[in-house]
């Protein structure tokens, strides 16, 4: 199939490149739209326990959380000023209808709590109207900028205040990683390639996988909702993987063009169907590996989890369609012009087709022959470096994953400060429960130690809402331990859903828990048949899974010693929640996993190449290491460009993402591909193409083999013993 759309390419190229034009500008005019459409929230299970007991809360009283506490405040005037009850009375009579469900104002609550001890800042209680996160963070949108008061300071706290801040940094932090990723890119690049012409290839198949993913996204947004967050990994993978997938595709068109007489008329034809029938094929793998691997985030019940999935699968697709169609016919078109606008100092220097006898080999051959050494030096290294993620702890998103300058985390600080300790809350949702038996429940809850209180919110019936406090933040151990024995309380009569914000944290570390398994079947799976079809063994299929869980863990380890533990945090400027957000690791997991795959295919290809030439392992490993070598470090340096941008975010969870993958990117590149590798391949031997006979047979005969089109001088062994 690649074989013959090199060829058609080869034929056709501008009919597929004006195709391609066409297309990107129909996906960029729909595509933009695309923001309208996507929706906010998207962090709970549906089928948890919190989220049942906040729609079962909804069901019999409306909202009754507390989701919005706006803070007023005066250096001399008091909260019992006139002037001061004006201005707040002014900021309630200006809310917009329809965005709350229940308003308590200070000087109409009973509460001495919600006026500071110095009585120059006083609060209003907020209940947001809707039915899901998404419509609540709408209204807060709406609501907000009716919040503030004239003649006083105003500060805006909870949770919806949290998400808003979030969705807006990020978008900021996105468009500043773009603005210092793009030139820093460009300019390697150019030094990499060293013409200008070249150069500019990654760039434009960035932005073709970029628009291309936005209008897809949009088209299934028809179908279900999608995170705005989607659009971070559109743009972190779909310009990441454009470049890898424009210089494995560049670099192998070069490498065939020196091959061919400079006369030849044909020679950029010839070059297109070798590159596609090659690099091509590779790309084509690489990106259903990645594609397979971000598949695996669709299980997760959290819209947001899903939605980085969809957002990452339509990236790599497009990134992956456009590398084998948009720029196969410019290079088409361009032929050896692809090199023009040379740098002064490469001018006269010829483009490297790579052999066995480079630095890189030398350094395969030097691991050959010590491999087993060479295993278990790197592997102690990377469990050393994994080591603190045996300690890992969870949490969710608050206040303190803003910076420290952030409107909710300087509105937090202030509440905090100024009316006293801060505060947690559970709601309790008792149904069929006689009042008697309430009252028993309560005294059984405020016996657990840290209890502060339990106070009764509404009642309908049979049904009772009340509301446990304690002392200390949502998202801590101590927090999540005492919700967990709240849970373990049964009234005698009827039954208890417990809900809230530390709830919600519980049953989202369970619920990732019980999802993580599967997700990981499926990856496994998924790899093994992906991987065999392109290389028609069962072994490194699960030699390549094994490499990449090294490279993934150490960065896991990392993450968890600066982000959890607190080091280096002045250096990259964010303050330790002590825990990790239990979101993170997974979405980090899958996007890992595919890029990790990605220079596996792109190494296992050159390798099984030289091995179906000569059925000699040792020269195929090392021929594979050369030739790839230096395309690989490039494309790692730029993919760390682009990933390492994300580590600037002022948002900690963008920024441990970001650090986490530049972490196991450089360790993939380096380590796992020049040591461990090598140094695996040379102990498996023959091993590494090892099939039973029935499987070898049928890859044969429908597998997917990567060669120029050259006879193959012997046929690939079925077992190690054979021959």
């Known amino acids: 199939m690649i074989e013959r759309w090199g060829a058609f390419v080869a034929r056709r190229a501008v ?101 500071s001890a110095d009585g120059h800042a006083a609060q209003i209680v907020i209940s947001l109207a809707g039915s899901s996160q998404s419509d609540y963070l709408d209204n807060y949108d709406r609501l907000e ?56 290839m990654p760039a434009l198949v960035g932005a073709l996988a970029v628009v291309g993913a936005l209008a897809l996204v949009r088209v299934i947004t028809l179908f279900t909702d999608v995170s705005i967050f989607s659009v971070n990994v559109i743009s972190l993978l779909g310009m990441g993987l454009a470049i890898d997938y424009a210089l494995f595709v560049i670099s192998r068109f070069r490498e065939e063009l020196a091959k061919l007489p400079a006369d030849d008329p044909q020679a950029a034809a010839t070059a297109i169907r070798r590159t596609m029938t090659t690099a091509g094929r590779t790309v084509l793998f690489s990106g259903l590996t990645v594609a397979a691997a971000l598949s695996s985030l669709l299980i997760f019940p959290q819209n947001f989890l899903r939605s980085m999935g969809y957002g990452g699968i339509a990236a790599v697709v497009i990134a992956m369609l456009a590398a084998l169609t948009v720029l196969p016919a410019v290079l088409r078109l361009l032929g050896r012009r692809v090199d023009g606008g040379r740098l002064p100092w490469r001018r006269h220097r010829a483009v490297s087709v790579g052999d066995d006898h480079g630095w890189w080999a030398r350094l395969a051959h030097g691991v050959m022959r ?35 300058d952030a409107p909710a985390h300087v509105a937090a600080t202030k509440l905090n400060a100024d009316f006293g300790p801060e505060m947690s809350t559970a709601s309790l949702l008792l149904r069929g429960t006689s009042q008697a038996d309430v009252a028993a429940y309560v005294d059984q809850v405020e016996a657990l130690p840290g209890v502060a209180g339990v106070q009764a919110v509404d009642q309908q019936g049979d049904t009772t809402l009340l509301r446990a406090a304690w002392r200390g933040n949502s998202q801590t151990e101590a927090s999540q331990e005492l919700i967990q024995q709240v849970r373990g309380i049964d009234p005698a009569s009827g039954s208890v859903l417990v809900g809230g914000q530390t709830a919600n944290t519980v049953d989202l570390v369970d619920s990732v828990g019980a999802h993580l398994s599967w997700m990981g079947l499926i990856v496994l799976v998924v790899m093994l048949v992906l991987l065999f079809m392109a290389f028609g063994s069962l072994v490194l299929p699960v030699k390549a899974v094994v490499m990449n869980l090294f490279s993934i863990t150490a960065s896991f380890g990392v993450v968890t010693w600066i982000f959890q533990n607190g080091h280096l945090s002045g250096l990259l400027g964010f303050t330790s929640m002590g825990f990790l957000d239990a979101t993170n690791p997974i979405l ?136």
């Open 370 to 404: 010590r491999p087993v050494l060479v295993i278990v030096a790197t592997v102690a290294v990377l469990l050393a470096v994994a080591s603190p993620f045996l300690g890992a702890k969870w949490g969710s998103v608050d206040y303190r994953v803003l910076p420290s």
């Open 145 to 200: 900028p009716a919040l503030e008061a004239d003649g006083l300071t105003t500060h805006v706290a909870g949770a919806f205040a949290v998400y808003g801040d979030v969705n807006k940094i990020t978008s900021e932090d996105l468009a500043r990683a773009e603005e210092i990723s793009l030139p820093i890119v460009v300019v390697l690049a150019l030094l990499i390639f060293g013409s200008l012409v070249a150069a500019s």
């Open 588 to 723: 980090m997991l899958a996007i890992l996993f595919g890029l990790s795959m990605d220079y596996e295919v792109f190494l296992l290809s050159r390798v099984r190449e030289q091995y179906d030439r000569t059925g000699d392992n040792d020269l195929a490993v090392a021929t594979g290491v050369q030739k790839t070598g230096r395309i690989i470090t490039s494309a790692a340096l730029l993919l760390a460009v682009v990933i390492g941008a994300f580590g600037l975010s002022g948002i900690i969870f963008m920024k441990m993402i970001g650090i986490g993958m530049l972490v196991a990117l450089v360790i993939d590149a380096t380590v796992v591909r020049a040591l461990l590798v090598p140094a695996t391949m040379k102990l498996l031997g023959r091993w590494n193409w090892w099939a039973p006979a029935p499987m070898l047979r049928w890859w044969e005969r429908y597998g997917f083999r990567e060669t120029e089109g050259e006879p193959l001088p012997e046929p690939v062994l079925s077992s190690p013993a054979a021959g």
């Open 15 to 115: 009919a597929v490149l004006l195709a391609g034009i066409v297309l990107a500008l129909a996906a960029g005019a729909y595509g933009l739209g695309v923001f309208d459409s996507l929706s906010q929230g998207g962090f709970d299970d549906s089928s948890s326990e919190s989220a049942r007991e906040l729609a079962a809360e909804q069901d019999a009283f409306g909202n009754k959380s507390v989701d919005v506490v706006a803070i007023y405040s005066d250096d001399t005037l008091t909260a019992s000023d006139p002037q001061f009850r004006a201005a707040v009375k002014q900021v309630v009579a200006s809310i917009p209808a329809g965005t709350t469900a229940s308003v308590v104002p200070y000087y109409a609550a009973h509460d001495p709590s919600m006026v």
